[in-house]
């Protein structure tokens, strides 16, 4: 998520108008297909999967109607966020059985 989310800030400086959402949906599509390598060892990715997959299509979507649209910025930041709970918890859930495999 980090080199997706560094890809995605070095476009948006570069990039405009639909240019800049064909480019967003190539690195979400990347991003999903790394995953998907991924979850097939580990559920964790899984969820990703899904998240990335749906965020290149809908940059392709947003590449029709223009990117500069404040619900497109919107509904972005807060798939965003839910990345960041996710991937946040995953990682308590972890800490968790961790402590719990020492303790017992």
């Known amino acids: 998520m980090g080199v997706n989310w560094a890809f995605t800030l070095q476009l948006w400086m570069?990039?405009?108008?639909p240019a800049l959402a064909f480019s967003f949906a190539a690195v979400d599509g990347a991003t999903a297909l790394a995953m998907y390598?991924?979850?097939?060892?580990?559920?964790?990715?899984?969820?990703?999967?899904?998240?990335?997959?749906?965020l290149a299509v809908y940059h392709l979507y947003t590449a029709f109607i223009g990117p500069d649209k404040y619900w497109v910025v919107v509904a972005l930041n807060r798939v965003f966020d839910v990345e960041i709970i996710y991937v946040a918890g995953c990682?308590?859930?972890?800490i968790?059985?961790?402590?719990r495999r020492r303790a017992g």
Do not use: D, K, S, T
């Open 14 to 17: 570069i990039a405009q108008g």
């Open 37 to 54: 390598r991924m979850a097939e060892r580990r559920w964790f990715p899984a969820p990703l999967v899904f998240v990335h997959g749906f």
């Open 91 to 94: 990682g308590l859930y972890r």
């Open 96 to 99: 968790a059985v961790l402590n």
